[in-house]
């Protein structure tokens, strides 16, 4: 131990420093442990193609603080790092490059080159994310790192797929699918993100067969998608429309005999209260027309153009198609009325391009059997929500979910193990390539050439990343996991999934808990974006900050599930905090020379100060504790900065300075030991938030044998509750800040000595005043302390306060000399009439007056005011000092 602490704040000088020999040192290794609990979280696999954001430090710095608190808890902690293969991100960022290096596409180079060079990627710009992660301190076990596409993972996936098509639950079909024209692939339900959009309701005439004279009109949003109408759909109940089902229409331009149905899906209060229905463009209509037996007719091409369907708008844009169209259906007087609209319109969530609703052959997870279990495990609360309200969200979801479309038209991900026989038309799925078919004997055989969801693999996360399929003594051990960390915006997408692939798979939930928050946003509340240009760069608030700045201000002021926003006045004030502690640690170890008393002689001499110190960091632990035992971070946070800043440094450090510098051994020993014994438990309380700084102070305190991040979480004691102590103590501070305050109003220097009068209302304030007489000194600059039992035994004038039990008078002779006080007022009684006879002459020239803008003029009269009502306070208080 040395107490050679440097004289400033630099975190730049230990941060990089201190990660690495937690690392040298494995301080964040976890195994199996039949003596430990275990206590596991698996981290959100951030994307190869990802650069460190708020988002990400947000997340994982509410990991690092539950992960730090329970390894020092005791418990067997496991962190599981890792990356996700991000199948479309991955594949557009390697088409791109391919394009920009060597002016190719994938299908030039085919599909086994292209892989070779997504590999490459991803060891190339792969490790980028987890080195910038590591930035932040977090710590994870790094030797079990996993990335969705490794071999455990892959075996994983195969296994998954293979069960639930023997089970029936993945089956084949050709259904209504969202399809990304841009990205060429099709997408889940919860990666399509729906906006209100501006757009316009075309109201469409649709000629009777039997008298084209008269027509019916539907409104649609999408009229480029006539093309593949094979319906017009009336809800059963409406009495508009009753007298017309089984009736015929003609398709406007397009010529087709189209009958008008019933069904209960049509809202009569929408629009015209019918629909155009168009199976092959809407999943909706889709699901009418299989009740129907409709046709289903595609009119769109895969890249979003129309197909020979379409007639003349053969080849053309969906968009140009629609203006095209209309424009012609205007002419030839089958437009009743167009209206301004906002409508909810699909957009996918990597390229932000309109989605297209288009029938296509596709790989599905049957999701009913697999939801009703989840559904159970919310209500029963085997998976518990924090905050509690998102299991509403979480349920409704599962209820109202569709078929899961896994099937992406990529190349870089997890291939889909089918495999079809071109003979015979087998599909045999299994893990290894089939020799023959297993039907006809066939060698004529090809694996499916679509990849599966991203997804897939990330609902397998919390058990693939601890060896499943594989018995292992890990999976044993640390499955369930404890807890999932995830913002609101991926519930459905990634939650939902690990949830009901693990009661599937595992026969048990993934975790017990999800602690939802939510985003972090800028200063003003928005979004953080590429196209606002307000994103942050935690890289770079790190280098300026430091990390335990950027954690500390990420972790104060939050409440589970809600936003947060990023302010630069906030992280600076989360430095001065780290500053703060870093001049009170050093204060403390300058002025602790060699070995400490023990404890027994310390508790035998402990002051009131002692006791109440004590106490105050015995209680601060049990309320953190209670804290993040109920995931309220954000107030253990603001507890921890609480004790710190307002109770140890501001208060307990100054009132043991004359004991530091006093002669009595024993007592200036007493003192070192308390500062020392707080000081270390404060550091464990602070550690998870801010690890950084408090292992590199923790290094230069006596007696520490072990890195903080190994040390014991502190624990309530109800031999260190000293309630007595406390209250005396409060008293004696709310005395001294209630003196304090006393002065400043009177603009007395607080080094100006004075007396002290008090006129206690309770018993045991009488006796809180006489032990509190040395402090008074020391703090308040208090020379004598009298205490009397009535206000009629003071005999001169004074300024008084009053506090819980007690009177407080400071005579004014104490703090005021009269004559320079009434010098100094008559002086500012002069510089302010001034003021007011240069503002008067202005307000009184009428030329001022008439030519000066108006905010000038109203600026004069707000001076007027303000330096009238500081005249008043001048001579009413040179009145009452001449009186005297």
């Not at 987890?130 to 195969?158: H, I, P, Y």
């Not at 053969?314 to 205007?330: H, I, P, Q, S, Y």
Request: glycine content about 6%.
């Amino acid at each position: 131990m040395t107490t050679n602490i440097p004289s400033k704040y630099n975190p730049k000088e230990f941060e990089d420093k201190i990660y690495s020999a937690w690392m040298e040192e494995n301080c964040f290794g976890a195994n199996p442990n039949k003596d430990k609990k275990p206590f596991t979280i698996v981290m959100p696999p951030p994307n190869i193609t990802g650069q460190l954001h708020m988002g990400h430090a947000l997340d994982q710095t509410l990991q690092d603080v539950l992960i730090r608190w329970k390894r020092m808890q005791g418990f067997e902690a496991l962190w599981v790092p890792g990356s996700d293969h991000a199948s479309i991100a991955t594949e557009v960022k390697v088409v791109e490059r391919l394009k920009k290096e060597e002016g190719k596409t994938k299908e030039e180079i085919g599909r086994e080159e292209f892989l070779n060079r997504a590999w490459k990627w991803k060891e190339e710009f792969g490790g980028r994310i987890v080195e910038q992660v590591k930035k932040l301190g977090n710590s994870c076990d790094w030797s079990r790192e996993r990335f969705t596409m490794d071999e455990g993972c892959n075996e994983a996936v195969k296994e998954v797929f293979i069960r639930l098509y023997n089970k029936k639950l993945i089956y084949r079909g050709n259904r209504i699918i969202n399809w990304c024209p841009d990205c060429h692939t099709t997408l889940s339900d919860a990666e399509v993100e729906h906006e209100d959009t501006p757009g316009k309701y075309y109201y469409v005439k649709y000629p009777y067969v039997d008298n084209p004279d008269e027509y019916f009109v539907v409104a649609t949003t999408r009229p480029e998608t006539i093309f593949g109408d094979v319906a017009i759909a009336a809800h059963h109940d409406d009495e508009r429309y009753k007298h017309l089902i089984g009736r015929k229409v003609i398709v406007p331009l397009v010529g087709r005999e189209i009958p008008i149905i019933a069904d209960e899906y049509p809202d009569m209060t929408k629009a015209t209260g019918a629909l155009k229905i168009t199976p092959a463009h809407d999943p909706n209509d889709f699901e009418i027309g299989l009740r129907h037996d409709l046709e289903q007719i595609s009119c769109m091409n895969e890249d979003g153009t129309m197909n020979e369907v379409a007639g003349k708008y053969d080849g053309m844009d969906r968009f140009e198609c629609r203006k095209a169209f209309v424009k012609e259906l205007e002419e030839n007087g089958y437009i009743l009325k167009m209206e301004d609209t906002d409508h909810s319109v699909g957009t996918c969530y990597r390229c932000h391009n309109i989605v297209e609703p288009r029938i296509s052959d596709q790989w599905f997870v049957d999701m009913k059997p697999l939801a009703e279990p989840a559904i159970k495990a919310g209500l029963n609360k085997d998976v518990e929500f924090v905050p509690e309200r998102f299991t509403k969200i979480y349920t409704h979801w599962l209820e109202n979910i569709r078929d899961w479309c896994i099937s992406r038209q990529l190349w870089w991900g997890h291939r889909i193990p089918a495999y079809y026989c071109q003979e015979c038309g087998e599909i045999m799925v299994q893990k290894d390539d089939p020799t023959k078919c297993s039907k006809c004997g066939s060698t004529n055989i090809k694996q499916d050439e679509d990849v599966l969801d991203t997804w897939f693999s990330s609902a397998l996360w919390p058990f693939s990343t601890l060896g499943w399929p594989n018995e292992t003594e890990d999976l044993k051990y640390f499955y369930p996991t404890d807890v999932l960390v995830s913002g609101y915006d991926i519930i459905f997408f990634w939650i939902v999934r690990m949830v009901f692939s693990g009661l599937e798979i595992m026969d048990e939930v993934p975790f017990k808990y999800v602690f939802v928050h939510g985003l972090v946003r800028d200063a003003e509340g928005r979004k953080m974006s590429k196209s606002l240009g307000n994103g942050v760069d935690p890289l770079e608030i790190i280098d300026q900050f430091g990390a335990d700045a950027l954690r500390f201000m990420l972790m104060t002021g939050i409440s589970p599930g809600n936003d947060t926003r990023f302010k630069i006045d906030k992280l600076e004030s989360c430095r001065n905090f780290a500053n703060k502690l870093w001049n009170a640690s050093r204060f403390v170890l300058m002025n602790v020379d060699g070995d400490l008393i023990n404890e027994e002689t310390a508790r035998e001499n402990y002051k009131i100060e002692d006791k109440w110190i004590i106490s105050r960091v015995n209680k601060a632990t049990k309320e953190i504790t209670d804290n993040l035992d109920k995931f309220e971070l954000g107030m253990a946070a603001q507890r921890v900065y609480d004790f710190i800043w307002n109770e140890y440094c501001d208060w307990y450090i100054e009132i043991v300075k004359t004991r530091l510098y006093g002669e009595d051994g024993v007592d200036k020993d007493t003192a070192r030991f308390v500062l020392i014994k707080v000081l270390k438990d404060m550091l464990k309380l602070l550690h998870p938030f801010m690890p950084f700084i408090t292992e590199e102070i923790w290094s230069y305190l006596p007696n520490t044998d072990t890195r903080l991040v190994r040390s014991q979480w502190p624990i309530y004691s109800e031999e260190e509750n000293f309630e007595e102590a406390e209250a005396n103590m409060e008293f004696i501070m709310e005395a001294i800040r209630s003196i304090r305050n006393t002065r400043a109003e009177m603009n007395v220097a607080p080094s100006r000595k004075a007396r002290a009068i008090f006129i206690p209302s309770k018993e045991n304030c009488k006796n809180y005043i006489e032990t509190g007489s040395s402090y008074f000194a020391t703090l308040a600059n208090i020379t004598e302390v009298q205490i009397i039992h009535d206000k009629s035994e003071i005999i001169e004038d004074t300024s008084s306060s009053v506090i819980d039990g007690t009177e407080i008078y400071l005579p004014l002779s104490d703090l005021i000399d009269f004559e320079k006080e009434i010098e100094r007022l008559e002086k500012e009684k002069t510089k302010l009439q001034g003021e007011l006879d240069r503002v008067n002459g202005k307000l009184n020239n009428e030329k001022f007056i008439g030519k000066a803008p108006e905010n000038v003029v109203n600026e004069e009269k707000e001076k007027l005011l303000k330096y009238q009502s500081m005249m008043e306070k001048v001579v009413e208080r040179l009145e009452s000092l001449k009186n005297k």
